[in-house]
């Protein structure tokens, strides 16, 4: 399993930006997707977005597309989640995980989440 730490949630203001960032410890994410996933309170976690190993292909859900955008420096072992025009129905804890696709944007079977970064999107 993967051990992933999401950072650079926060709180800010609807139309504001935020980049979250899921960085690998200890090995390389060269070879796997990964992806981003967000619970809200009271709701079931669900796929944000996903990006393939190498970078080239992505997938988003399509309450972001336009607004979000998914990219990863392998160098770094980093995926980043860039995220402009946010809304109030944004806010929710967002984690990072290997996911089983791109077109696919679920997380791997057995994933171990980790503590996620909270985003909360208020006035």
């Known amino acids: 399993q993967l051990q992933l730490v999401e950072s650079g949630g926060g709180l800010v203001q609807p139309g504001g930006s935020l980049r979250l960032s899921c960085a690998a410890s200890g090995f390389t994410l060269d070879y796997y997707a990964i992806g981003w996933f967000r619970q809200a309170p009271g709701k079931e976690r669900e796929g944000v977005s996903c990006i393939s190993s190498s970078g080239e292909s992505t997938n988003y859900a399509d309450s972001v597309k336009g607004r979000f955008t998914i990219s990863r420096d392998n160098a770094k072992s980093t995926v980043y989640l860039q995220m402009h025009s946010l809304k109030p129905e944004d806010t929710a804890v967002y984690y990072c995980?290997?996911?089983?696709?791109?077109?696919?944007?679920?997380?791997?079977?057995?994933?171990?989440w980790g503590q996620g970064t909270q985003v909360t999107v208020s006035s």
């Open positions: 995980a290997e996911s089983i696709g791109v077109r696919v944007c679920m997380p791997a079977t057995g994933t171990s």
